[in-house]
């Protein structure tokens, strides 16, 4: 324990009661800060190491998504995508959704132990588990902090089945242990996959594996003997929503072995979508007028553009045939009335 410290503390920034920078200590408090550390191979990143009192989230029973809990290590993401829809929870530990999201990561250092805790309780009842469904559980932090083996570990040992769904190659490490989990637990893994074009990815994506990785992932999960769904998600309208560009993509997602597909276009929600128009604005200003418009009602594609969209990717998941299983994967359903336009709408 002393060598663990004596290792780490060149790196707290900020511990307890000491001074904190960029104001970040007073949202953070509210979750049980213990320190915020800085390390050389993860530059321009702060971690805020946090003890948290639950690991299990209960998803409200409006989303309609197919899994009612989640865990999620990691609040804020180093993947730094710019339409990313959790962008807003970093507003209640008053950071911003834009650089603060991409680069103030919070680290629930004790979420295994909590987790197991929970999982033995008599009210559990083995429920599906998600991981990856607000940040991604193997973003370059989980190089540093290794939450996810206890986590995977954790839910596989209580009969609990869980889906993992990552944009990390981080994800390879674990693959032993996600193989072995299998075997005792219902299990589903997922790669997110939507920009083929290398130039858009380091635009729109910059903090991710490159495509051709994330491919690479694909055929080692595989490989492992494991089944991997792919979400080409958020499609991007007059970005990446080409038949010629879906054709070319799931194309190379099924040579890499990829078992079902889901494809559905960008949400904007809340100032996720500010967020994302600053970007778009000096990115492809052309477009500007365009994504109003489509977006004029609120975060999610009107239905003629949604439409559109599932008839022009259906041949080619039938031509590819990744038409697999996609109950645990479907996009969740836009709301029955239309959206009051965000605030965030003014800024652009």
């Keep these: ?150 986590i995977i570990s954790a839910l596989a040992e209580s009969g609990t089945p869980l889906s993992i769904l990552t944009k990390g190659t981080l994800l390879r490490r674990d693959l032993p242990l996600i193989a072995d989990a299998a075997q005792r637990v219902p299990l589903s893994v997922a790669v997110s996959l939507a920009v083929g074009d290398a130039a858009l990815h380091r635009d729109v994506e910059p903090g991710t594996p490159t495509p051709q990785a994330r491919l690479a992932l694909i055929a080692a999960i595989r490989a492992a003997g494991l089944d991997c769904h792919v979400m080409v998600a958020p499609v991007l309208p007059h970005l990446t929503d080409s038949a010629e560009q879906l054709d070319g993509l799931l194309g190379q997602i099924a040579t890499a072995g990829a078992t079902g597909v889901t494809v559905f276009g960008l949400h904007l929600r809340g100032s996720t979508r500010g967020w994302f128009m600053s970007w778009l604005a000096r990115s492809h200003p052309e477009l500007v007028g365009r994504y109003r418009e489509l977006y004029r009602r609120g975060a999610y594609l009107p239905p003629g553009y949604r439409e559109m969209l599932r008839e022009r990717a259906a041949p080619l998941i039938a031509k590819y045939r990744l038409g697999g299983d996609q109950r645990s994967f479907r996009q969740p359903a836009p709301p029955a009335r239309p959206e009051p336009e965000p605030l965030q709408a003014t800024l652009f």
């Design 1 to 150: 324990m002393f060598e663990w410290v004596m290792r780490w503390a060149g790196q707290a920034v900020a511990v307890n009661g000491d001074p904190v920078e960029d104001g970040a200590l007073p949202g953070l408090q509210r979750i049980g800060l213990i320190r915020s550390v800085r390390a050389p191979q993860f530059e321009g990143i702060t971690f805020h190491e946090v003890l948290c009192k639950s690991a299990l989230n209960k998803v409200p029973d409006a989303s309609a998504l197919p899994f009612r809990f989640t865990v999620n290590g990691y609040r804020g993401c180093s993947h730094a995508c710019r339409y990313c829809f959790a962008r807003p929870t970093h507003e209640y530990l008053d950071l911003d959704c834009g650089n603060d999201f991409d680069s103030q990561v919070i680290v629930k250092t004790n979420v295994v132990e909590v987790l197991r805790r929970e999982l033995r309780r008599p009210s559990w009842r083995r429920e599906t588990v998600a991981l990856g469904t607000n940040t991604d559980p193997y973003q370059r932090a989980e190089g540093r902090y290794a939450l996810m083996p206890g």
